[in-house]
């Protein structure tokens, strides 16, 4: 099953477009076609992945089940572009980083941030399109169902005691600007591959730069040796390998931000009149039971979190929406940017079942039933309808 789904969207998929851009490695249909990780990502467990290409590669549904941290093995990996040789995460604070638009621009080593300051926030981190296979129309990209997420504490120095101890902010920027350390091919254009990434400067208290996730250094795969994280914020905002922060008047230049991750409507080209892909919405779904269980006491578990909000309510449906039971959170609040999971208690008899759920952030939003808003390349789909589950119990 997951080999023959895996075939499909490595046909379907961007893995081909990618491949032909000479961005991957030959070998890379191989890996597509056996499951198989990449050498980078050879601290995870191949079992617990949907591979869609050698810098594609989801967390199987059931894999997050009610765990509130999503420790690195499981978490997903999403690559733009061939991550950075390994050898920048040898020497870790040696890494440089250069801070511009603030009154004393320079480069910074990561060892002398580490000085700066610190703090910790849990924040999850998913991809844009997490959720694209599930519109009911054709979109090319990675076909994502639930699996591009985890929610994570990382570890860093906030990014405003760097701009203060930098002399603070110069001029009147707009924007927080981040560019990821990859080496970019001399046959490609700069500008169509980097991995440039704006977001509004309001983010400057919120951001942290972060060498840490869940106790440990961040890997390689996930942005090792400093990443941005800007908390609730979609995955590509988030910008790994971080080598330049630029407090800018304009949007990044890059394709990445200029026609990529726009929410412009179905059949349209993306470009900055659309809204960019930014703050995360509200948003649950179910990780287990998924498919097929035995009938008795189960518990009915999963995740909902809103985006930038915190989380209120959380309802489960067994039949595909028509009667909804309130669920439980489980374990500690870890903040507004942190997902929470969550049981429903339950006994089942054998028959067939439509698991949804339901979640009410803080502020009162409830989780549509259908996806807020339709969009040409598939991002941020939270419809509910969509992301149940058809369970058959024997
Ligand atoms: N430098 C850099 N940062 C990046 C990317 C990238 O290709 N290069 N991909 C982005 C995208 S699209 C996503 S979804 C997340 C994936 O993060 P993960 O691989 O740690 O799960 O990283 C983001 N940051
Ligand atoms: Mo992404």
Redesign the pocket.
């Known amino acids: 099953m997951a080999l023959r789904l895996n075939r499909r969207f490595f046909l379907a998929g961007s893995a081909g477009a990618v491949a032909s851009a000479g961005l991957i490695k030959p070998g890379a249909q191989a890996w597509a076609q056996d499951n198989a990780l990449p050498e980078y990502v050879n601290f995870k467990n191949a079992d617990d992945f949907i591979v869609h290409s050698s810098?594609t590669i989801e967390t199987k549904r059931g894999v997050i089940g009610a765990n509130l941290i999503t420790p690195e093995t499981h978490?997903?990996?999403?690559?733009?572009?061939s991550?950075p040789d390994a050898s920048i995460v040898a020497d870790r604070d040696a890494w440089e980083v250069s801070f511009e638009g603030v009154g004393e621009p320079r480069t910074i080593t990561l060892g002398e941030l580490k000085r700066l300051g610190v703090t910790t926030v849990a924040s999850v981190?998913?991809?844009?399109g997490n959720g694209r296979a599930f519109f009911d129309y054709e979109i090319s990209g990675t076909q994502w169902q639930t699996g591009?997420a985890?929610c994570l504490l990382w570890t860093g120095v906030p990014l405003r005691a760097v701009v203060e101890a930098l002399g603070g902010v110069a001029g009147s920027p707009s924007f927080v600007t981040g560019t990821?350390?990859?080496t970019i091919p001399a046959e490609l254009d700069v500008n169509q591959v980097i991995?440039k990434r704006s977001v509004p400067l309001e983010e400057l208290d919120n951001i942290i730069l972060a060498w840490s996730v869940n106790g440990n250094p961040i890997s390689l795969?996930?942005?090792g040796p400093l990443r941005m994280i800007v908390p609730g914020y979609?995955?590509?905002?988030?910008?790994?390998?971080?080598k330049t922060v630029a407090l800018t008047e304009e949007e990044s230049e890059a394709r990445i931000q200029q026609s990529r991750y726009r929410l412009q409507p179905v059949g349209e080209k993306g470009s900055p009149e659309f809204d960019s892909v930014w703050k995360m919405n509200v948003k649950s779904w179910i990780t287990g039971p998924l498919e097929t269980t035995t009938s008795g006491k189960t518990n009915i578990v999963g995740v909902a979190m809103g985006g930038t909000t915190g989380v209120s309510k959380i309802e489960v449906s067994i039949d595909g929406g028509d009667n909804w039971q309130e669920a439980q959170f489980i374990g500690p609040d870890l903040g507004r940017f942190a997902w929470r999971t969550f049981v429903l208690p339950t006994e089942l008899d054998a028959g067939s079942y439509k698991l949804a759920s339901r979640v009410t952030d803080s502020e009162g939003k409830v989780q549509p039933k259908d996806p807020e808003l339709l969009n040409n390349s598939g991002y941020n789909h939270n419809g509910w309808l969509a992301h149940a589950v058809d369970l058959t119990v024997s």
């Open positions: 810098n978490l997903f990996v999403r690559n733009n572009i991550p981190i998913q991809c844009s591009a985890g990821g350390g990859e991995v795969a996930h942005g979609t995955g590509v905002n988030n910008v790994k390998y971080i």
